[in-house]
């Protein structure tokens, strides 16, 4: 026993994670009624959601505090990065439709509650504000990541001026708050073994079948983003081959949020990854939890092709600038409203609105999202958070950044 403990030990994380992979998928396909075995998967990912949000402010909190005045940061560069990144997926997502334009069949039996969509960009922006103001325990208690983010960089620049004992007891905190991630983290196979499980179990394989042609266009929507697009701006930002940074962040990020699907529950993941690429713990413990609140090129394409989706399905004509417009919509609303429940899916009412779409035809097409989401959502995620450890280490890699 001990030999088989130190064997599984010494095996990398990816490949005891592929093993939980095909035991969770072997086991929902013959033994999908042993609901017990889907535990593991929830109780692993309300580990991560639990301890992210102290994590989060700890580390940004401490980052802060032990700045001094003219010290560099690549924040500025990492923002524009995930700004520029979510716009360039939403306008992606405009030309695959040109390329592989795709209509749905709409039906009463598809739609879905509309109480929790926003009525407009306006109300995402007005949601935004009030988060960032919210009680900061609260916020740390409901996982607000906006609210997290605010009160720990004012306690983080408040503290500068604080004694070394009280930064050492900050810096204290932040260390051993990121050695309880690192223990949950390494229960990933069997977390994972049971999101597997819990995924075939209750949704088997037809879902994908039934909406394949979507999920074709969604996915590899995504994957051109992710494998031609990121890169192609890494490369003119740093100046050499990005793929190997590219490849690393994707099988390290990408595929621990694939199976979590949860942007919030991969930050410590990600943290993780940002401290074995050696980036500099002052930048990505505050570019990393930024980036899964407004860096969601995943978000953006599953927007714009929905909505593109129902515009075709409604026989409406869209010319090019107006395809342009639906991008900078998406790409906003994507950004100031990634805590609303439902995700990107419930910001497609707001987009539908640019063409005159009824809010009940929108909700249809967001019954259609939550049909295909079993993927969708997972390939949206992996894409979201693997592009923030991504454009952290770009930033930080930029021969742009080094000129200055």
Partial sequence: MNRLFRAWNKTSLIKRISIGVLLGALLGILIPKVTIIGLLGDMFVGGLKAIAPLLVFALVANALSQTRQGQKSNMKTVILLYLFGTFAAALTAVISHYIFPISLTLSEATAASSANSPDGVGEVFKSLLLNMVDNPINA?????YIGVLVWAVVFGFAMRTASEHTKDLLNTMAETTSQIVRWIIDLAPFGI????????????????????????VLVGTMAFVAFVINPLIAFVMMGKNPYPLVWRCIKESGTMAFFTRSSAANIPVNMRLCEELGLDPDTYSVSIPLGSTINMAGAA???????????????IEVDFATALILSVVSAISACGASGIAGGSLLLIPVACSLFGISNDVAMQVVGV????????????????SSTDVLFTAVAEKSRWVKKN
Wanted: hydrophobic fraction near 55%; glycine fraction near 12%.
């Fill in 140 to 144: 740390i208690a409901s996982a607000n």
């Fill in 193 to 216: 073994l049971g999101l597997v499980f819990n995924t075939i179990a209750e949704n088997g394989l037809g879902v994908i079948l039934d909406y394949g042609v979507l999920l074709l």
């Fill in 301 to 315: 394409v599953t927007i714009n092709v929905l909505t593109l989706a129902a515009v075709t399905t409604m026989g």
């Fill in 369 to 384: 999202g939550f049909v295909v989401g079993v993927i969708q959502d997972s390939c949206e995620t992996a894409l979201n």
